[in-house]
């Protein structure tokens, strides 16, 4: 059973910067597409960035330019790094993968953009 445990979130002040860790259970960030999602109180769960197989990344408009997503092979490991956060980024963010039609959720971690 693959299990996917996010960490790193917390508070952190606007314009401040946080990375998040995704660990996975097995050997699967290089051989499936990994995804960062996150749902505010209220809101539906939204995708945020993810990478490719081959390293390409893509990240929804509400973060482009300000967040990273990056992975490491030899600690089963994907990162997102978050720059410039503004309260609007405050939620639950949520790692995600997908293998062989089943989809697979980590807990989540919760950051909160505050002053």
């Known amino acids: 059973q693959v299990q996917l445990v996010e960490s790193g979130g917390g508070l952190v002040q606007p314009g401040g910067s946080m990375t998040l860790s995704c660990a996975a259970s097995?050997?699967?960030?290089?051989?499936?597409?990994m995804s960062w999602y996150r749902q505010a109180p209220g809101n539906q769960r939204d995708w945020v960035a993810g990478i490719t197989v081959g390293g390409a990344t893509t990240f929804a408009d509400s973060v482009k330019g300000r967040f990273t997503i990056s992975r490491d092979n030899a600690k089963n490991t994907v990162y997102l790094q978050m720059n410039d956060l503004k309260p609007e980024d405050t939620a639950v963010y949520y790692c995600?993968?997908?293998?062989?039609?089943?989809?697979?959720w980590g807990q989540g971690t919760q950051v909160t953009v505050s002053s």
């Open positions: 097995e050997s699967i960030v290089r051989m499936y597409l």
């Open positions: 995600n993968t997908i293998i062989r039609g089943a989809r697979y």
